[in-house]
């Protein structure tokens, strides 16, 4: 920290008596600063506060005050984590209070490559600094762009946690403009479905993942729903009719799934399984095991397309679309919003706009024509 006097020539500086010679007006200035430096001294020696000098200048120049539980940004962070490590398994899960443990190393990593230190506090915190983030990350972790915009909300969010405990006056990220990139929808075919639901495999572990994906692709249900889904989560109604009622572990929003017939079978398959008697209604490994074991699926089938978990869901909500169920059921099944599901994937279902736009004008409309041949692009 400097008080940004210089002196040109060090035979005019006195250091014993803090005089600059020739230069009243700086000599005054290093006098007061000095005379405030001793004052904070004094008052934090007697009330048994830190003494650390960078403290002391901050507090000197009135850039801080007495007060010791203003945390940094980085121990703003800490706190903010550790606030979420306390609702672990109340309202937080184990991987998001990873996650939220990863974005903080990044931030910390971060403001160290910056050489922003440890001590930059939320006060020094500039609306530029979310751009350099972005360049951080990008650049010295290869983070994708959208994950990298994942981690400026998390320190945006952290800021805004600063301002509730009134650490912070202002949030200088509030006004920046985070824009994902838009990336079309992965999802296997009804008859990448059909080669995966139809193949016999040598191995039981391969067949039990096959059984729980094939689940997934038509109820839509994420990997931590499937993990704790049990016999409670199963409704009959008044005509016999099997279906799901179960809230969304990562939103809460209450899904309500039908069971078709290739969901059927897979919880018959596994009625008499031991985990039955847990409550369960299936037997279902790690997130980890169960990726690696539908790799080796995808592998053993031919399939291009990555199979993992999260597919599942893609899938399933693709194959509501091209089949035909309505949008609002789709959210209500999927348990999202409209908004989502038209942004994220019925603008990449290109055959189902191209179907719908088609079957509105059939016949409507009557042009002669003096070609007969149908209009390709090749043609063009």
């Not at 060090?10 to 700086?26: F, L, P, Q, Y």
């Not at 904070?40 to 801080?64: C, H, K, M, N, W």
């Not at 199963?234 to 969304?248: F, H, N, V, W």
């Not at 309500?256 to 369960?280: F, S, T, V, W």
């Amino acid at each position: 920290m400097s008080t940004g006097i210089f002196v040109e020539n060090r035979k005019h500086w006195d250091s014993a008596t803090v005089c600059i010679a020739g230069n009243e007006s700086k000599t005054l200035l290093l006098r007061h600063l000095k005379t405030e430096i001793e004052a904070v001294y004094v008052e934090r020696f007697v009330t048994d506060r830190s003494l650390d000098p960078f403290i002391i200048l901050q507090v000197a120049a009135g850039l801080r005050t007495h007060d010791e539980n203003v945390p940094t940004v980085l121990e703003g962070v800490d706190k903010w984590v550790n606030q979420y490590r306390e609702r672990l398994h109340i309202d937080v899960t184990s991987s998001t209070l990873q996650t939220y443990v990863q974005y903080a190393d990044r931030i910390k990593e971060f403001l160290a490559y910056q050489g922003y230190g440890s001590r930059l506090t939320f006060d020094d915190v500039k609306p530029a600094m979310a751009a350099e983030l972005i360049l951080y990350l990008k650049k010295k972790r290869q983070y994708s762009h959208n994950y990298a915009i994942k981690i400026v909300q998390f320190l945006r969010s952290a800021i805004n946690y600063a301002i509730a405990y009134e650490w912070a006056d202002r949030n200088p990220l509030s006004a920046t403009r985070l824009r994902k990139e838009f990336r079309e929808i992965s999802a296997l075919t009804e008859a990448q479905v059909q080669r995966i639901i139809d193949a016999d495999f040598a191995s039981t572990a391969l067949e039990k993942a096959r059984d729980l994906f094939v689940f997934q692709c038509f109820t839509g249900l994420a990997y931590a729903d499937l993990r704790e889904l049990s016999i409670g989560n199963l409704i009959t109604t008044a005509d016999g009719q099997l279906y799901i009622e179960k809230p969304r572990k990562k939103t809460s929003v209450v899904q309500c799934i039908p069971l078709l017939e290739p969901a059927l079978a897979m919880l018959a398959k596994y009625q008499n399984d031991p985990c039955r008697k847990r409550g369960l209604l299936f037997p279902v490994p790690s997130n980890q095991k169960l990726n690696q074991y539908l790799k080796d699926i995808q592998d053993l089938l031919g399939i291009k397309e990555k199979i993992h978990t999260h597919l599942a869901r893609k899938t399933c909500t693709t194959l509501f679309i091209v089949n035909g169920v309505p949008q609002a059921t789709t959210c209500q099944v999927m348990g999202f919003s409209l908004q989502m599901m038209e942004k994220h994937y019925l603008s990449v279902r290109k055959d189902v706009i191209l179907s719908d736009v088609h079957k509105a004008f059939q016949g409507k409309f009557t042009v002669h024509r003096n070609d007969e041949k149908p209009l390709t692009s090749q043609a063009l």
